[in-house]
């Protein structure tokens, strides 16, 4: 027979491992005994409804901490409220490349003392809110590496080092919603809807309705008047559409021999004007050599015909020559008529000899 368990053993184990689990946290859990973490204050401007202690914090959402703290700060001279919410960063959760040994104490010796964390928020590290969950609206705190952004530090006395915060694009989209003017857009739609309403009941809308079926069988008997007349219509179009294809046909036909005719007496008209051109060209040639020499001719005449011409001036003295010899001869003849003799006696008188 199987031996019968006792219940005693078990309980003592589930409450052995239960004890285990606890004591792994308490030691080695984060904040535990056994880890080393670092606490640090951020103070968020907006809502932090959905963030609590033991919510995640992440680096590019990679898990490096939790939140520990979150509580209500008021200055009693001014009323002036603040909530800081401290977290606690693991080191051991962020190593440096190249090394085993976490970031925070591969930056110790660089920085010589000086808070690591501290000195990456000169590098752009920033701490913003953003929705875990959109069901439950659970937050976290996320940390990027936003070096665009300025730091935003208030100052206050705290116990933690101060990390600056900047909004995510949800808290930017919360504000935006809150912004809105609810109130008017609410007034104004009842407003549409009674607009609306008022439309749908009116007696116009009622009776452009009916013009609008009025007109609806209107057409329909338009389109049934051309549905009947469409086919001899159609049957005409074709009738006139072969007439016109066989129209075209004749021309073809009849222009085809003229085309050919013309074309040879372009050719032949071609073949005569090549000749007579060159005659044309040879005339103008000829014109052009008489209109040289006739040119040349007036110059020579121009020539003589000019007071200082050398001929003119020869022709003169001839002239005057047989002008003297005219009168010489006048003269004898006169005194031979007078005195016969004088051809005796080879001898003439008178003035002019």
Do not use: C, W
Request: charged share 25%.
């Amino acid at each position: 027979m199987r031996k019968r368990i006792d219940p005693r053993v078990i309980g003592s184990f589930v409450i052995g491992a239960v004890i285990l689990v606890v004591a792994g946290l308490i030691f080695f859990g984060p904040g535990g005994l056994f880890s080393e973490t670092r606490k640090y204050v951020v103070y968020f401007d907006s809502s932090v409804k959905g963030l609590n202690v033991g919510s995640p914090v992440r680096f590019r959402g990679v898990k490096v901490g939790q939140v520990s703290d979150i509580n209500i700060r008021v200055k009693p001279s001014t009323f002036q409220f603040h909530i800081p919410v401290v977290i606690e960063i693991l080191p051991s959760r962020i190593r440096a490349e190249g090394s085993q040994e976490g970031l925070f104490d591969a930056l110790k010796t660089p920085f010589k003392g000086r808070d690591p964390m501290l000195s990456l928020v000169e590098k752009g590290l920033r701490v913003q809110l953003q929705l875990d969950s959109l069901v439950t609206g659970q937050l976290f705190v996320n940390m990027d590496m936003l070096p665009d952004t300025p730091i935003q530090l208030t100052g206050h006395l705290n116990d933690y080092p101060e990390l600056p915060s900047v909004n995510s694009s949800f808290e930017e989209l919360t504000q935006t919603i809150e912004d809105i003017p609810l109130n008017e857009l609410a007034e104004k739609l009842i407003k549409s809807a009674e607009g609306f309403e008022k439309l749908i009941n009116s007696q116009e809308l009622h009776r452009a309705i009916r013009r609008l079926d009025e007109t609806t069988l209107l057409i329909n008997s338009v389109l049934t008047t051309l549905n009947s007349n469409i086919g001899p219509v159609t049957d005409s179009l074709q009738t006139t559409m072969a007439r016109a294809q066989q129209t075209i046909t004749n021309l073809d036909r009849n222009l085809t021999p003229l085309i050919l005719e013309t074309r040879q007496t372009i050719s032949k008209l071609d073949a005569k004007i090549d000749p007579a051109s060159m005659q044309l060209e040879e005339s103008l040639g000829a014109v052009k050599a008489a209109a040289n020499t006739t040119s040349e001719a007036a110059q020579q005449l121009k020539d003589l015909t000019s007071d200082d011409s050398a001929t003119l001036q020869r022709l003169n003295t001839t002239l005057k020559d047989l002008h003297d010899t005219s009168r010489s001869l006048r003269y004898f003849a006169k005194e031979l008529e007078q005195d016969p003799q004088i051809l005796l006696r080879g001898h003439i008188q008178g003035d002019n000899q």
